[in-house]
């Protein structure tokens, strides 16, 4: 089992930046691939951006390109999704999952994501 817990959510203006943080607890973090996923009420959940294993691959949604950097750091077990430049369009909870995936692979599937966190909610105003 894997326990994860997101945070770094809040209410923030367009223009403005966050970075969430997701902390790992439970069996070893640097097994999975993580990502970032969204979800506004009544909508599928929807990719943001993954980060393989060793970090050394990472994949983005084409709204985060250029805006959000997902990032990690195994020995702290944590992933970290640093968002730049908010828009409106951004408000969502944003959910943490970890994946069993080969070392350099990444994946925009949220079925192939085993473990959620709880989520936070990031609400960009205009």
């Known amino acids: 089992q894997v326990q994860l817990v997101e945070s770094g959510g809040g209410l923030v203006q367009a223009g403005d930046s966050l970075r969430l943080s997701c902390a790992a607890s439970g069996r070893t973090f640097s097994w999975y691939a993580m990502a970032w996923f969204r979800q506004i009420p009544g909508l599928e959940r929807e990719f943001v951006a993954a980060?393989?294993?060793?970090?050394?691959?990472?994949d983005y949604e084409d709204s985060a390109k250029g805006r959000f950097t997902i990032s990690r750091d195994n020995a702290k077990n944590t992933v970290y999704l640093q968002m730049n430049t908010l828009k409106p369009e951004d408000t969502a909870v944003y959910y943490c999952?970890?994946?069993?995936?080969?070392?350099?692979?990444?994946?925009?599937?949220?079925?192939?994501?085993?473990?959620w966190g709880q989520g936070t909610q990031v609400t960009v105003s205009s």
């Open positions: 980060i393989s294993r060793r970090g050394s691959d990472t």
């Open positions: 999952g970890a994946a069993a995936l080969g070392y350099d692979t990444t994946s925009k599937f949220s079925s192939q994501y085993i473990y």
